[in-house]
């Protein structure tokens, strides 16, 4: 089970527009940003506006309105940032085991070189 929400979480700043990003797409459910840090040419962040932590809580609670408009504002973000023609990885760290650093869910988009095995 997921851990509590805690609204504090940088994500949850930028949502409020307490700190800036740098916005590659918007919907009323989702938000596309660049990574401060990027691993990769193109590696942008997508979360969704609603208050979880990760896939877990997320797919238990959303609604299909959410969970339909967060599907699609990942792949137009990719195509916004000109990945989609020569490949991109989708990833999303969850929880503990997987060493998520920032509790609010998130799926990177990686892109812009060929990929590594692993990344993160
Ligand atoms: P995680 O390890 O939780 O999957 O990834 C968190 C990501 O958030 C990292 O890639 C990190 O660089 C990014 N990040 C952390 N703080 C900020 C921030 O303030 N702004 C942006 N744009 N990205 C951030």
């Known amino acids: 089970m997921a851990a509590a929400y805690d609204s504090n979480n940088i994500f949850a700043k930028i949502l409020r527009g307490e700190i800036p990003c740098k916005k590659v797409h918007e919907t009323a459910h989702s938000l596309a940003f660049h ?10 962040l997508v979360i969704p506006k609603g208050p979880y932590v990760g896939f877990d809580d997320f797919s238990a609670k959303a609604s299909n309105d959410e969970i339909a408009d967060y599907v699609k504002a990942i792949g137009d973000a990719a195509r916004k940032v000109g990945v989609d023609a020569d490949g991109y ?3 999303s760290n969850c929880g503990a085991n997987a060493n998520q650093e920032v509790p ?6 990686f892109g812009g070189r060929v990929l590594g095995r692993m990344l993160k």
Do not use: F, G
């Not at 990574?35 to 942008?44: A, G, R, Y």
């Not at 609010?104 to 988009?109: N, P």
């Open 35 to 44: 990574d401060i840090n990027p691993l990769s040419p193109v590696h942008v």
């Open 89 to 91: 990885r989708l990833l």
């Open 104 to 109: 609010h869910l998130h799926v990177h988009i």
